[in-house]
């Protein structure tokens, strides 16, 4: 049932060129022109309409949020909001039938965001889910939707879920952008075009397993982590240093890299090492100067850069390389190498990785 591998979560690691095929099925054009949802198309009115959308979840799908907000805003010129769920219900949000209210859940039955839902639903907002699990308690409960469709997940430590709700929040946001004739042509057509091509992509991001596992050797004995990103990879920076506390129980902070300078940078000596997402994008050249300012204080450095990088390779301990895509798809591609990192961090510590001290694959109560 673990496919020959030694534990659920390493499966679904690798399974994620497979379930990204599977998420995208249907749903791009064989052009690359246009992308189809039926839960968007379905409700264009209410797409039409909208004057702010609200993203709610937990934990892993909450970091997916943070991304889709970005994407949402870059293609869809809709002011968005990103809540935990637990704080939106019992914040009195101010919502009115112009508001959409997206839900995302890998489950379908986190007890905080279904009441997040109740309470949207009541207040007149459209409601719309993004969940893996079929028939689970969230998508009946929302207006429409759309699935993952990245089959079970076994391990606690979400991976495969994660890439899926990116996967549909970006075409979400290509389909409700082409809706509200916000986006250009070209546009839709690059990223449609590197969406497609995404299950090759992980297959080949795949490929840095063995120099993940060499690295994360010299991290097994580690207390502390900090984990640097910057625009769209400022969440998956959030998530990789929950996917190292889940499983290894290392502490990890993720920040926007930005911010370091206004206090956690504190924190940097030799024992505290630093993950730095530094894809060849837009804040490339900024990233780099938050690199060599914690590298000063004598922190290990272990970089995700973009193939063919030169410069951090003078900088970082370590660097692993992922292939270039789009900046809106690079948290894809740079989340893949942060979960085999926590990953053979945690089994160095012969920590049982699928089922995580103290945790639970759904949290149905509060
Ligand atoms: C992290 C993890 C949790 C879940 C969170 C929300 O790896 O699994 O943080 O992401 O409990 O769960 P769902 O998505 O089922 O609502």
Redesign the pocket.
Known sequence: EKGGYDTFMLKEIFEQPTTLRDCLRGRITGDCSRVTLSGVELNKDRFLQAERITLV???????AALIGKRLIQDFCQIPVEVEY?SEFRYGNPVLNDRDIVIA???????AD?LAAIQLAKDKGAFVYGV???VGAS?PRATDSGTYIHVGP?IG????K??TG?VTVLTLLALAVGQLRGVIDSSTVQSVATALNAMPGTIEETLKCNDAVQKLSMFFTYAHNFIYLGRGYNYPTALEGA??LK?ISYIHAEGYPAAEMKHGPIALIDQEMPSVIIAPSDSLYDKIISNVQQVKSRGGAVVAIVSKGNTAMKDIANFCIEIPDVPECLTPLVASIPLQLLAYYIAVNKGKNVDQPRN?????TVE
Not at 57 to 63: N, P, R, V
Not at 359 to 363: F, G, Q, W, Y
Request: hydrophobic letters at 40%; charged letters at 15%.
């Open positions: 979840a937990c934990g892993t799908s909450w970091h769920a995302i859940s890998q489950s379908g039955e986190t965001t969940c893996n699990v969230i997940e606690v430590a979400s991976t879920a994660f709700q929950l996917k889940e945790l639970a694959k759904s949290v």
